[in-house]
């Protein structure tokens, strides 16, 4: 059993790596785009790795309800950074993919964001930063296990 004092240990860095991440997140989505919000980086995001993906599928996979994820959708459509084609498949569902735009605005934040990473992370090695991506990965899929398992958490 691990002790409650590295929990919380635990607890603390995550809180604050969290909160930067928000503060990067809302100076990364003005980037790509002035009106887009921080949270619609991270859609940016899975569409950019899974494009065609259905936006029910988008919305089952970050939490949030059908109505959250059409709101959402909708304002990055306005953006112009997101194409949505119906489903042949399903008449009620739509695939989503990055526009030409969007790709292009997507992938210039990436690049910065892991020039930001390198400058930030210059004095590790790259196993170190492989080792931490490697447990970040980890610590993603567990969570996201008991998420399913036990959805009221």
Do not use: C
């Amino acid at each position: 059993m691990v002790d409650d004092d590295l929990f919380r240990q635990l607890e603390r860095e995550l809180g604050l790596l969290l909160r930067r991440a928000q503060a990067s997140s809302t100076s990364i989505a003005k980037d790509v785009h002035p009106d887009l919000e921080p949270s619609a980086y991270a859609l940016l995001a899975l569409i950019a790795v899974t494009p065609g993906v259905r936006a029910s599928d988008l919305a089952a996979t970050i939490g949030v309800g059908r109505g959250t994820m059409s709101r959402q959708l909708a304002r990055l459509g306005t953006t112009g950074l997101v194409a949505r084609q119906p489903d042949p498949d399903d008449y009620r569902g739509q695939l989503l993919e990055l526009t030409d735009e969007g790709k292009r605005r997507f992938e210039a934040a990436q690049q910065a964001r892991r020039a930001y990473l390198n400058r930030a992370l210059g004095a590790w090695s790259e196993g170190e930063v492989s080792a931490l991506a490697t447990q970040l990965g980890r610590l993603n899929d567990d969570l996201a296990a008991f998420t399913l398992a036990h959805p009221a958490h």
